[in-house]
Nanobody
Framework: QVRMVESGGGLVQAGGSLRLSCAAS????????MAWFRQAPGKEREFVAA????????YYADSVKGRFGISRDNANPTVYLQMNSLKSEDTAVYYC????????????????WGQGTQVTVSS
């Protein structure tokens, strides 16, 4: 089992940057694919980015490609989401998630979730 706690959210102006962190606990963290999802009010949870167990393979939603970067540190079990050139439409609660096996883009494929961190982008 992997437990996760997100941090780093906040209020930022459009065009700015934020870096989210997701600290994980569990001996098998390096065996898990990790992902970030987000959910805006009244909308379904949507895929943002994912990486495989090593971080060597990364995947992004088209809406964030070129602006966001996912990375992980298996030695200090943490996954990061660097968010640049933020837009008002990036406003949402951001969740990290994990699953055994390869990365996936559907929230239904993930087994463990953090509690979420709010990101608000003002225009």
């Amino acid at each position: 089992q992997v437990r996760m706690v997100e941090s780093g959210g906040g209020l930022v102006q459009a065009g700015g940057s934020l870096r989210l962190s997701c600290a994980a606990s569990g001996r098998t963290f390096s065996s898990y694919a990790m992902a970030w999802f987000r959910q805006a009010p009244g909308k379904e949870r949507e895929f943002v980015a994912a990486c495989n167990w090593s971080g060597g393979r990364t995947y992004y939603a088209d809406s964030v490609k070129g602006r966001f970067g996912i990375s992980r540190d298996n030695a200090n079990p943490t996954v990061y989401l660097q968010m640049n050139s933020l837009k008002s439409e990036d406003t949402a609660v951001y969740y990290c998630a994990s699953r055994m096996g390869g990365a996936a883009s559907s929230y239904r494929d993930y087994d463990y979730w953090g509690q979420g961190t709010q990101v608000t982008v003002s225009s």
